[in-house]
């Protein structure tokens, strides 16, 4: 069976509030290379890719553009404008998704370490179901607490995942998620959350704990240690 064919949507607007840096989080150096270099890189050689859409602030559209060139020669690339929230960015980006992609895939530009395996897993599991995204289960009791933080209930650990990225859908499902949640005025936590909202199924492949979003400036000591164990690896 051949591969889907998919289209990469990364949002890379987003601002360095959390991490403390006038700098956004995308463009913050990971070694020598940027948070957004990493991202893009753990899709470099996956089959099936067909365009890579990057939606970012102007003020890094140059530095976006000769990204994408040096990694993807042989890709189609589309750099759009970021909008004011997560979900706008991907809303905006998906207008230029090519007509012959099967496949959606969307990728926070600040997980640096996405397994290429397991992003296969997702593709493959995307593309037999409606949709699905890479998780892994959660390891901490969690509590779900009313207005006054007093606890209400303790859902049980073996119904918890915690979500990552990248989230796999299909192309004509993911737009009509998006267009409705639109109309709707509806943010979503997670792409995922905006395909529920209209009756999707999504399933979870699991991920790995290396993939994780850079938020705070811990986040990005780990990803530091982590990245000297992996290039020590190779």
Not at 112 to 128: E, S, V
Not at 134 to 162: A, F, N, Y
Request: proline content about 6%; overall charge negative; glycine content about 6%.
């Amino acid at each position: 069976m051949a591969d889907p064919l998919f289209s990469l949507i990364i949002p890379a607007a987003g601002l360095g509030k959390r991490m403390e840096t006038e700098v956004p989080k995308p463009y913050l150096m990971l070694g020598d290379k940027s948070v957004l270099e990493h991202a893009l890189r753990c899709f470099t050689n996956v089959p099936g890719l067909l365009q890579v859409i990057i939606a970012t602030s102007p003020v890094y559209r140059k530095q976006t553009d000769e990204l994408l060139n040096m990694l993807f020669p042989g890709t189609a690339t589309v750099i759009v404008n970021g909008g004011q929230e997560r979900q706008d960015s991907v809303f905006n980006a998906l207008e230029h998704v090519h007509e012959e992609a099967e496949l959606i895939a969307v990728h926070d530009a600040v997980r640096p370490f996405a397994p290429k395996k397991a992003i296969c897993a997702c593709l493959r599991k995307a593309n037999d179901q409606q949709g699905a995204i890479l998780g892994v289960p959660v390891k901490d009791t969690i509590k779900r607490v009313d207005d006054h933080r007093c606890i209400m209930e303790t859902p049980s650990r073996s119904e918890l995942w915690q979500a990552q990225t990248p989230q796999i859908f299909d192309r004509k499902m993911l737009t009509k998620a998006y267009h409705a949640a639109a109309t709707d005025k509806r943010i979503g936590t997670d792409d995922a959350s905006l395909i529920e909202a209209i009756g999707g199924k999504v399933h979870v492949v699991e991920g790995s704990r290396d993939n994780f979003k850079l938020t705070y400036p811990l986040d990005f000591k780990i990803a530091e240690l982590l990245l000297v164990e992996k290039n020590s690896n190779e």
